[in-house]
């Protein structure tokens, strides 16, 4: 396996479920990223983990909850969502934190709330 | 604040012709800047990317970008568009300060035969 990966590639669930996004990069990075992209609008970046210390959280609801475990590994832990969570969710790493590094992106996760 | 447009939500071509895709940018000092091509179902995948140098910058695929500072552009074009092509295509732009990445919103492609 190359490059990031993330699992499921489509999950549905309803709002009282509790379930988690999984990505994992083979690229020996040190930096790794939650997006979330919803139709129209810019990637809203969510989470920053650097060296798998959580380093940035843009004013994410606590229903979703970040879980970096290594470098390698990246959760997305869900509860309660609401309807309007519904989204692709992107992970990303890079060798860095800093942006003159490109991010490479995982497949996403399609995320349907019920 | 920093900030990436992308004037054009969508855009349609016809297979052969040439491509032009607008990127504007807010930021006071150079920036990273790079362009993403999505296709359906997939992540971001990188085109190329412009640090410093030679403001014309190649990429994957054939596609071009220009740095214009007196514009605070970087357009993505390509001179001959394939079917293949038709995608979702994203500029971004990395800050040193707050090492911060902003992505616009996105130009959609159409190719027609």
């Known amino acids: 396996e190359t490059g990031v990966t993330q699992t499921p590639r489509h999950l549905v669930m309803g709002m009282t479920n509790k379930k988690s996004l999984k990505c994992e990069q083979h690229l020996g990075h040190n930096a790794m990223y939650w997006y979330k992209q919803s139709a129209k609008k810019p990637l809203e970046l969510m989470f920053v983990?650097?060296?798998?210390?959580?380093?940035e959280n843009n004013s994410v609801p606590s229903r979703f909850s970040p879980e970096c475990p290594n470098s390698s590994h990246l959760f997305l832990h869900l509860h309660t969502l609401q309807p309007e969570d519904s989204a692709l969710y992107l992970c990303?790493?890079?060798?860095?934190?800093?942006?003159?590094?490109?991010?490479?992106f995982g497949p996403g996760t399609r995320l349907t709330v019920t | 604040a920093q900030s990436v447009t992308q004037p054009d939500i969508h855009i349609t071509v016809s297979e052969g012709a040439s491509l032009e895709l607008r990127c504007n940018y807010s930021?006071?000092?150079?920036?990273?800047l790079f362009w993403y091509v999505q296709s359906p179902g997939q992540g971001l995948q990188l085109l190329l990317k412009y640090f410093s140098g030679d403001t014309l910058v190649q990429g994957i695929k054939g596609f071009e970008a220009e740095f214009k500072r007196s514009q605070s552009s970087f357009n993505l074009r390509k001179p001959s568009v394939h079917w293949s092509d038709a995608a979702e295509y994203f500029c971004?732009?990395?800050?040193?300060?707050?090492?911060?990445?902003?992505f616009g919103t996105g130009t959609s492609l159409t190719v027609i035969p």
């Open positions: 930021y006071g000092a150079t920036p990273y």
């Open positions: 990303a790493s890079s060798p860095s934190r800093t942006p003159r590094y490109e991010q490479y």
């Open positions: 971004a732009v990395g800050a040193d300060t707050g090492n911060q990445f902003y």
């Open positions: 983990y650097s060296l798998e210390e959580r380093v």
